[in-house]
């Protein structure tokens, strides 16, 4: 970094010299024919400088070594005409202009070799000449030709002296701008370290006051402890600005590379914008569902480069609000993903433009509010975009808002859609939506073009209405099977839209604030209104109106073993499995597992990887080798969270049967089950509902429905884990108790380890929370304590640090969510629980023969 301008400066007197390589190259050509000099010398001349090019644009020889080469050619090509040319006279201005070009590539050993090849040629020539002329000089020609050489000498010293004048400016140049890095480096040093000592005393401000708010206090007391919250996550997040500040100025920055899925991704930073400040604007966020559901790059890096043009949207708009659209642009390696960012907001002229890249700048319009914040939004999003391999377009004009695109080159895992409807050729929707509630024209304009990508995306039927009669025209000639309804539609036609939902599922899009008591069977999407709502609203309808009758498959009595060292899986893998038909035992070891295979035979083991002690491929190898002593097979498939693109052929190539990841995805497990069990284990029957058992299920439906949309305000994607429980609601709410259960040890446990330095036992915690948030469908969640498990086992305290808090508050917040939601039936179920929640295998007391 040190003499990185004074090697441009080099670099380019050498690019200089190639090219008068190039010109003199063409003119030696023509000189040739005119003149008729050797005609074998045009090949010479024309691979020398071919030559001399390919080594420039290869650029693996060291700079001098390139330097000498090109001017050793230079200097051969300058002999050559010094020697042909018709008069002596002529080559003093070409000898004088390499000499110069060699001066300014700082090598004087190149000037001295130079000088002494002009003066060979000049000599040559007047010898040669003499010769074949027969020419005798005059004393007046000698006395020009010793001109010509006392000239060259001069023109000699002159560019020495000024070529080392010259070096001593860019040395000085060069030592104040190391001067003023060093300043700077160390500065962002101090920001650094700084920003550090004060994030603890601030996650202590932040902790204690998330302590409080629990507490029963006094109206004005808690609006000021909710006060001090606020500013502690406003400081909090900008000590995070001025760290990924320091990174990128230092050049210090790194990027990750994982698997990601952006549906998640998405879904986690609108939960996050919740908590902030939107300045009663809309945000409209636009998904397109051809976006593939699963990526590689850095999701923390592209979730933060959204969070800061979102809030710079918000901050430099008065009226309107911000519209959000992400879709991809297919490439060779993957796609790019296109982040376009616009606002309503003031605008800026070019010349606010050109400065908004600096650190620390802030618009100086009077007609925006008083803005808040570092003023080093732009420039992370620069930095985070090009270390990302990205580009950032900003196009802008006063009063016409701001428009901010982002272009990042990502790679494609899982390129089946972000988002998608499974019986889409069944789903009639139609859509009662003016934004009446929206007072800005381009906001309106931006909602309608979110719903068109969608429609167009989830290949739905898709029906627009303006009108209560155009709407009960629709409904006469159409079967609609979802509506959506506007808040300002809804409000004004309240009595008919209840009546339709004895039709059709009926959702109202409802702005930010709306508490009207509704009919009890239309769903609340709040605003932002995007595309992972509608496609959980849809798949909801489907699953909870299965048609009886249809074919489910089953292994009855088949014995299976899990083994896993977390109960929750445990429990989750029981239940799923039972579902089946099978007889199912459980250990928690590996070495427990051995024990119980020594005493009772098992038709097929799913067996965990990550488990102290023995990991599953040495349990899974053990119980191998016990079999080969008595002569038996066993079939085992791995059961793992670790679900990276390799995990599957590392487990296959152990010596795994099969391969499945958690949470279970039940199409991959009847997949893997048909494929690894005999036939004659797999039936296939009709399961019909009793009427019964029908009518209690719509009677709680209501019930279910108003828990579940309450958990999708908080990011819990409540289709993936009803996915996960074979789409048994029950099962889902039993999942669900117990992952809140003990919520308090459990958050005092990872305080603990977390506050002790204990990564390894954080490991293991947080590994476990990422396994189960993904089993209930919070995906958000899942990514954060994933990232967390990952930066435990590195010890890497300062990417603890970034996310421990964030992640503590929304883990007790959905633990303390799931409790009041299911309380009562908690309470009235407790006594039967006990004896499920024990997570006592079956069988184990029976000598594992599966006995219930």
């Known amino acids: 970094m040190k003499n990185k301008g004074k090697n441009e400066l080099y ?40 030559i001399c090019w390919l080594i420039h644009i290869s ?38 202009l390499v000499l110069v070009l060699f001066a300014f590539c700082g090598e004087k050993l190149l000037i001295m070799i130079g000088l ?26 000698i006395i020009r030709v010793v001109w010509q050489f006392i000239l060259i000498l001069l023109a000699t010293d002159f560019v020495n002296r000024a070529a080392d004048a010259w070096r001593k400016t860019v040395n000085s140049f060069q030592e104040k701008i190391d001067e003023v890095t060093e300043e700077n480096n160390r500065a962002n040093n101090f920001l650094a370290n700084v920003s550090h000592e004060i994030r603890t005393p601030v996650n202590a401000v932040m902790g204690l006051s998330s302590v409080l708010k629990k507490e029963s206090l006094p109206g004005p007391v808690m609006d000021n402890v909710t006060a001090i919250s606020e500013a502690g996550h406003r400081v909090a997040e900008q000590i995070g600005d001025i760290l990924d500040y320091t990174e990128i100025d230092m050049d210090k920055l790194s990027v990750t590379k994982e698997s990601y899925m952006i549906a998640s991704l998405v879904n986690d930073l609108l939960v996050q914008l919740s908590f902030t400040n939107d300045y009663g604007l809309d945000l409209v966020v636009d998904m397109e569902a051809r976006i593939p559901s699963e990526l590689i790059g850095d999701s923390s890096k592209i979730k933060k480069i959204l969070w800061h043009l979102i809030g710079n949207g918000f901050k430099y708009t008065d009226k309107g609000g911000v519209y959000v659209h992400i879709y991809p642009v297919e490439r060779e390696y993957g796609i790019n993903l296109i982040l376009e960012v616009k606002d309503t907001g003031i605008g800026m002229d070019d010349e606010e433009i050109d400065h908004i890249y600096d650190k620390f700048y802030q618009s100086d319009s009077n007609n925006v509010r008083v803005v808040g914040g ?157 595309g992972t709502q ?59 597992a051995i024990d119980m295979c020594e005493i009772a035979d098992f038709d097929i083991i799913f067996m965990d990887h990550m488990m102290p002690a023995m990991d599953g491929v040495e349990a899974m190898k053990r119980l191998r080798a016990n079999a080969q002593k008595k002569n038996k097979e066993l079939c085992i498939v791995a059961l793992t969270a670790n679900a990276i693109s390799s995990a599957k052929e590392m487990f296959l190539s152990e010596g795994f049967d099969g391969f499945i990841p958690k949470p279970v995805e039940i199409t991959e ?62 099962f ?19 305080q603990n380890y977390y ?70 039936e908690n309470a009235s179920d407790n006594e039967e629980d006990d004896d499920i929640l024990e997570f006592e295998p079956a069988g184990r007391k029976e000598g594992g023969e599966g006995n219930e």
Request: charged share 25%; aromatic share 8%; proline share 3%.
């Open 669 to 730: 497990l009847e997949r893997v089950l048909k494929r690894v069990l005999p036939k004659s284990a797999i039936q296939f029957e009709i399961k019909a509902e009793p009427v019964e058992q029908a009518t209690l299920k719509k009677a709680s439906q209501n019930e279910d429905a108003d828990a579940f949309a309450v958990l999708e305000r908080i990011g819990v994607d409540t289709t993936q884990g009803l996915k996960y429980c074979q789409k048994d609601k029950n």
């Open 374 to 530: 570092l003023g080093l939004g732009i420039p992370i999003v620069n930095g985070f975009t090009k270390a990302m391999g990205g580009v950032l377009v900003i196009e802008s004009e006063p009063g016409e808002g701001t428009t901010v695109r982002v272009s990042i080159p990502q790679t494609v895992t899982d390129s089946a859609p972000c988002i998608s409807v499974r019986d889409r050729e069944n789903c009639v929707v139609a859509g009662f939506l003016g934004f009446m509630t929206t007072g800005h024209p381009k906001i309106r304009e931006y909602h309608m073009e979110m719903i068109a990508h969608l429609v167009s995306g989830l290949g739905v039927s898709f029906h627009r209405v303006e009108s209560r009669e155009h709407l009960e025209k629709l409904v006469e000639e159409t079967k609609i099977t979802h509506l959506f309804v506007g808040t300002g539609e809804y409000l004004e036609n309240r009595s008919y839209i209840e009546r339709l939902a004895d039709r059709m599922n009926v959702a109202i899009v409802a702005d930010r604030g709306f508490d009207d008591e509704t009919d009890p069977r239309i769903a609340i999407l709040a605003k932002p209104f995007y």
């Open 59 to 96: 650029g693996k020889m060291a700079y001098r070594t390139q330097l000498y080469i090109s001017g050793i050619v230079l200097i051969f090509m300058m002999f050559y005409y010094t020697v042909n040319v018709p008069t002596v006279y002529d080559s003093t201005g070409l000898i004088i």
């Open 755 to 824: 506050a002790e330095n204990n990564w390894e036992d954080y490991s293991i915690r947080t590994h476990a929370v990422k396994s189960t948030s993904k089993m209930i469908g919070a995906i958000g969640l899942y990514d954060t304590a994933k990232f967390l498990e990952e930066a435990s086992k590195n010890k890497d305290a300062d990417e603890i640090n970034k996310k421990h808090d964030e992640f503590m508050i929304r883990y007790e917040k959905l633990m303390n969510t799931i409790n009041e939601l299911f309380a009562r």
């Open 116 to 141: 002494a090849a002009g003066y060979s040629g000049m000599i040559i020539h007047l010898v040669l000449k003499s010769e074949t002329d027969g020419l005798i000089l005059k004393r007046s020609n």
């Open 534 to 592: 509608v496609a959980n609203f849809l798949n909801h309808s489907f699953e909870d109106t299965r048609e009886s009758g249809e074919e489910v498959m089953t292994c009855p009595g088949i014995k299976t073993l899990v083994v896993d060292d977390e109960p929750m899986n445990l429990w989750v893998a029981k239940g799923i499995f039972e579902t089946y038909g099978m007889i199912v035992s459980t250990a928690e070891s590996g070495q427990e």
């Open 11 to 50: 670099e380019l007197a050498r690019l200089i010299l190639l090219i008068m390589m190039a010109l003199f190259t063409t003119v030696l050509i023509v000189l040739n024919r005119m003149l008729e000099w050797e005609i074998w010398m045009i090949p010479v001349l024309i691979t020398c400088t071919v």
């Open 732 to 750: 889902y709410c039993q999942l669900l108790t117990e992952y809140a259960k003990n919520s308090e040890e459990k958050i005092k446990n990872l």
